[in-house]
Structure formats: C-alpha cells, structure tokens
C-alpha cells in the first residue's frame, strides 16, 4: 500500500469534516451568543464599519443566527444571497469528496468555474448597496 493510496481517502474527505466541524461549531455559538445583543462578542464587518459599504458577507452572522433559530424569513432579510448558496456549496463538498450524481455534472461545472463565484459576488455587493428599491431587499435588515 503506498502512502498516496492512504492518503487518497482523507485528502477527499477532510474538507467535508472540516465543514462539518465548522458548522458544528458555529451553530454551538449562534444558539447560545445572539449578534444583535449590545455589545456582543461576534464581530461586525469591517468593511462597512470603515465604509459604509456593504459587502456580500454583510449580514452572514445575523443570517446564520437565524438559520440556527429556525428562522428562514429572518435570515433572508440579512443574507438572501448565503441562504441561497448553502445547498450549492454542501454539494460542491460532496462533489469533492467523490459524491458524484452524474445529474449533477453540469451545473457541478459551472459552482467549480472562480469566475462564476466572482461575478456573482461582485456583482451581489454593487446591487445590494442600490439605493432604491428592489435593490434595498438585498441590504441586511
């Protein structure tokens, strides 16, 4: 047995674990620690603290919170554009650790393709800081 035989299982798993891990223990913190306490310990974002400017992570703390407390309309007012990619990006772990649906493979393509993921995210962080409506839905809160 050679070691990359060995390795091979954990390279392709470790990145769901790790996820897996993370999410395990962000949702500890979210049900117990509430953002929109005065004075809580989660961090704000930086960018708008500095710029007034929201970014495409505004709002992923207080989304996330809400997606803990069952609260899916809660966490679409702050982060519409996270609630809609957590699924697509659980596949893409699951595509990478060899959970394959041959079904799938196109729109695998386009998650895996960096340009896609900028453009969505360029473009999410210039429409949510529009200041008129429908733009404004985007805006956290």
Same mark, same amino acid.
């Given at each position: 047995?050679?070691?990359? %035989?060995?390795?091979?299982?954990?390279?392709? =798993?470790?990145? #769901?674990?790790?996820?897996?891990? @993370?999410?395990?223990?962000? %949702? *500890?913190?979210?049900?117990?620690?509430? /953002?929109?306490?005065?004075?809580? &310990?989660?961090?704000?974002?930086?960018?708008?603290?500095? %710029?007034?400017?929201?970014? +495409?992570?505004?709002?992923?703390?207080?989304?996330?919170?809400?997606?803990?407390?069952?609260?899916?309309? $809660?966490?679409?007012?702050?982060? &519409? *554009?996270?609630?809609?990619?957590? &699924?697509?990006? *659980?596949?893409? !772990? @699951?595509? $990478?650790? $060899?959970?394959?649906?041959?079904?799938?493979? +196109?729109?695998?393509?386009? #998650?895996?393709? /960096?340009?896609? =993921?900028?453009?969505? *995210?360029?473009?999410?962080? !210039?429409?949510?800081?529009? &200041?008129?409506? +429908?733009? %404004?839905?985007?805006? +956290?809160?």
């Amino acid at each position: 047995m050679s070691i990359s %035989t060995a390795t091979s299982p954990l390279r392709r =798993w470790l990145p #769901l674990g790790a996820a897996a891990a @993370l999410a395990a223990g962000a %949702t *500890l913190v979210l049900r117990n620690v509430s /953002p929109y306490a005065s004075g809580s &310990p989660l961090p704000s974002c930086p960018l708008y603290a500095l %710029t007034g400017l929201y970014c +495409p992570g505004c709002g992923s703390t207080r989304c996330l919170h809400s997606l803990v407390h069952f609260d899916l309309a $809660g966490a679409m007012a702050m982060n &519409p *554009l996270l609630v809609i990619s957590l &699924p697509f990006l *659980l596949l893409m !772990l @699951l595509y $990478g650790a $060899g959970v394959r649906l041959r079904a799938l493979d +196109p729109l695998m393509r386009v #998650l895996a393709n /960096p340009m896609f =993921w900028l453009v969505l *995210l360029v473009g999410y962080a !210039l429409l949510r800081n529009l &200041p008129w409506a +429908p733009f %404004t839905a985007l805006a +956290p809160g």
